[in-house]
């Protein structure tokens, strides 16, 4: 018995070591498994708790009938125009505040406050104003991705190491130069973490909103199908959120980690 | 290269939880010959790195002037290389790229500075280190970059600030004789700080003793060049000379 265990796990690792892709696929077997034996023992009852077969062929009906990839697109999109705002005008202000002693006496006090306020708690406010369309969307996204990029951003300006700005200048380099080749490379590794916290909190705000005053969108999809009672749709709506996040983090922002302080020595291990 | 004068230097601070002015650096006056190899030796907390700092132009000096080449120093200018203690290599720079910085900034077109580079880097025997990052080296070869790093940018005087203070002592015995040898090709006009008396004698064409923000003395070293550690371990002149800078050092 304890041979042939040992025989399925040496199997296993020989197996995932050739298909890296297998090892992130791997954990998710037996959940699914878990989740396909509830249903199949009608522990509850199937409107309330379809299994992942029922989920697949109404993945399969909606991209058939074009409506899951148009709201996919609307979410993304909406996502990556925020996502671009908010680093945008995060970044910079992020570097002012870190640099500038003045700068962060006066806004430190107003960043801690705003982001205390929250994404959501802004949306009756920005319905009044702007309406059920795209622009309240935009806004609460800008606004939740900002704080942590442009709060992740101070913290990786003022990491940087005294000697680092002082052998630069004496170096020769000018004002606008130190920015470049000290500032920005230096608080790099905290950047691109305040980018994902920033875009994993985005992205729920952008379902929550989506939800809230969405005419399309994942959010939008969950939603409308509560409405219908489409448990089924529900489901399949969380597992695209699940999938997506996973896609953005081990595709982009994993890779420029790995890219920027690890190679530089600036994150261990 | 050019020579470096310091008259009257004085730098006083106010300590807000003291509540009192306190005297770091007292009237300090010093000139240094262009090419000449100068060492400032003392206890840590004798004022030796504010210097340094005063004549980098990191911070301000409160009384006495800076001369370098006859200008005032006002901030920090490449005319003034810089050896930290942390060795302060860009850790997102190649060996390559961190040497080139300088030349860099001075406009020098990519294939021009990276000659320049790859020249200096096999003055350190650092060639095959060139496409490395700082975070792959030892600490040894790293600050052996931090010199070179220096070096490349042609400044007026080289200033050094414990440079060699946190690598093991073999490693520190190889830098040394290096550092001579590279200063014999080159003739910087170096300023070197350390609290290491032998170190001080063993590099300098003269000792400068601080204590207490003062200078103590002034001590000419003319021991023969090129100097190596088994030459001068059992050498009496070198013996002596340790032996008064010591007693210099700690009598104050």
Known sequence: MKQFLLKIWSHCVRLTARWPSIASIAPFIPVVAAWWIVTELQLFPRVFLPGPAEVVRSFGSLVYMGILPAYL???????????????ALGIPLGILVGLNQRARTALWPLLLFFQAIGDIAWLPILVIWFGYGLTTITVVIVYTVIFPV????????????????????????????????????????????????????????????????????????????????????????????????????SWILAPIERATGQRWGLVTR | MKDLTIRNLSKTYFDPYAGTNVTAVHDVSLKVEQGEFVCIVGPSGCGKTTILNMIAGFIPHTGGEILVGGRPVKGP?????????SFALFPWRTVLENVAFGPKMRGVRKVERERIAHEYLALAKLTEAAGRYPAELSGGMQQRVGVVRALANEPDVLLMDEPFASVDAQTRMTLQEELTRIWQEKRPTVIFITHDVQEAVFLANRVVALSKGRVLDDIAVDLPRPRSWDALNDDARFKELSGRVLQLVRSA
């Open chain 1, 73 to 87: 697109q609307d979410s993304i999109v909406r996502l990556a125009v925020g996502a671009f705002w908010g680093v």
């Open chain 1, 150 to 249: 442009v709060l992740n951003t101070v913290l990786g300006v003022r990491s940087i190491p005294i000697t680092l700005h002082r052998a630069a200048q004496s170096l020769g380099a000018s004002r606008i130069r130190m920015l470049w080749e000290v500032v920005l490379p230096g608080a790099l590794p905290n950047i691109v973490t305040g980018l994902r916290n920033g875009l994993g909190y985005g992205w729920r705000a952008l379902i929550a909103t989506e939800i809230i005053v969405g005419t399309s969108g994942i959010g939008f999809l969950m939603f409308d199908a509560r409405r219908s009672g489409s448990v089924v749709e529900i489901l399949l709506g969380m597992i695209i959120l699940g999938i997506l996040w996973y896609i953005v983090d």
């Open chain 2, 77 to 85: 200018g490449p005319d003034r290389g810089v050896v930290f203690q």
